[in-house]
């Protein structure tokens, strides 16, 4: 079992109401401001504990950078997820559905961009390695952003602006197993599936603890439905038409009469299905998708609701259904694991 060390400098994890420009102080207090947090060192790379959410290594010093720079406009649009919950899935149709009339359908930038690069990460992307963008202001409107982080881990401009936020997740078996195979395509230690599991049954991953990523936007989506659209990976898998009309409808940019006739919407599906998004050359090469990213294939494994069953066994399957059903008791949650069947939990 990992230690988590905390260092009693200062407690100092709540966000500072002063924005940041300068690269050199925005550094120097990104540094004095890592040294107060709790961290677990041991597992493939350290993960620090901010706001309640446990970041990576790889992650910290941008959402930092975010949580001090970063302004929210109303009109922007965010995707917030759980990693390995349909994130690129969901960049592709919001950016297709948002962009829908910029572009001939043999143009659809996704044709020839990643999905992450066309909606980058705050912590990962714009804000990576604490360092403060120049461009933001320069993006197309509305302004697309992704974050893996937790509804009360976003600035407050993000959530006291009227922007949009669409948040997506899967049931937890599909997303631990998704992101087990995803850690071995490209770490250099191998992970131990066990080892990896037990971290994450006790929340100790990297945008985790996973409940409470669930619950804030869960619970941010019941208080506030003009803010935060709640979508599962599973719904999607199961209709996806209708997901898709709801979340146009929330986006602001409905689908018309005349659009549904035409296919628009069919279109606009198959374009970002699995099948055609995976075999794209752009979607299909083991380069990094961005300079230190992941490779542009690991983001496209088998993409079925249930495939834990083929890695996990029961006992491991039983213990992460209690946990889940204890974190989400009372919530009203509930996720499908199965498609055919429709199991529910
Ligand atoms: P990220 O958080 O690192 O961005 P994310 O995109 O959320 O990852 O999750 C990847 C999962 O979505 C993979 O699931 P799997 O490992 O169970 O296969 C991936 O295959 C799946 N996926 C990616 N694109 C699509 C798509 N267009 N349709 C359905 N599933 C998809």
Redesign the pocket.
């Known amino acids: 079992m990992e230690k988590i060390f905390k260092n009693s400098k200062t407690s100092s994890s709540s966000s500072s109401s002063v924005l940041l420009n300068d690269q050199e102080e925005m550094n120097k207090k990104i540094e004095e401001l890592i040294a107060t947090l709790p961290v677990v060192s041991e597992g493939s790379v350290p993960h620090y504990q901010f706001k309640g959410c446990w970041y990576p290594s790889f992650a910290i010093r941008g959402n930092i950078a975010a949580d001090l720079h970063f302004q929210a406009q109303d009109s922007d649009i965010f995707l917030a ?9 969901m960049k ?1 149709l919001i950016f297709s559905i948002v962009n829908r009339n910029r572009y001939p359908p043999n143009e659809r930038p996704l044709l020839s961009t990643h999905p ?1 690069i066309l909606i980058q990460f705050l912590e990962t992307g714009h804000y990576r390695n604490g360092n403060i963008p120049e461009n933001l202001d320069q993006l197309p409107k509305p302004r697309l952003f992704a974050t ?1 982080s937790h509804y009360a881990s976003l600035s407050q401009s993000i959530r006291h602006s009227s922007c949009r936020i669409v948040y997506v997740c899967r049931n937890r078996l ?1 997303t631990f ?2 992101f087990f ?2 850690l071995r395509l490209h770490e250099k230690n191998q992970p131990d599936m066990d080892a990896t599991y037990e971290k994450y049954c006790r929340g100790i991953i990297g945008f985790g603890p996973f409940w409470d990523n669930i619950l804030g936007y869960w619970q941010a989506s019941l208080e506030k439905p003009e803010k935060v659209l709640f979508m599962k ?1 599973e719904d ?2 199961e209709d996806l038409v209708f997901e898709m009309k709801r979340l146009a409808d929330f986006l602001g940019v409905p689908f018309s009469v005349e659009e549904e006739e035409e296919g628009l919407i069919e279109e606009i599906s198959r374009l ?3 099948e055609i ?2 075999n794209l050359e752009v979607n299909r090469t083991h380069k990094p998708y961005l300079e230190g990213g ?1 490779p542009a294939n690991a ?6 609701v249930g ?1 834990f069953v083929n890695h996990l066994d029961p006992s491991m399957v039983e213990n992460l259904m209690k946990i889940t059903q204890e974190k989400f008791a009372g919530s009203g949650l509930v996720f499908k694991y199965s498609i055919d069947k429709l199991q529910n939990s």
């Open positions: 997820s759980p990693p390995k919950s349909g994130t690129t899935w592709a992450h893996h599909d197993i998704s195979h995803f990976y999607l898998k970002c299905s699995f998004l995976k992941a983001f496209y494994r088998k993409g079925e495939d």
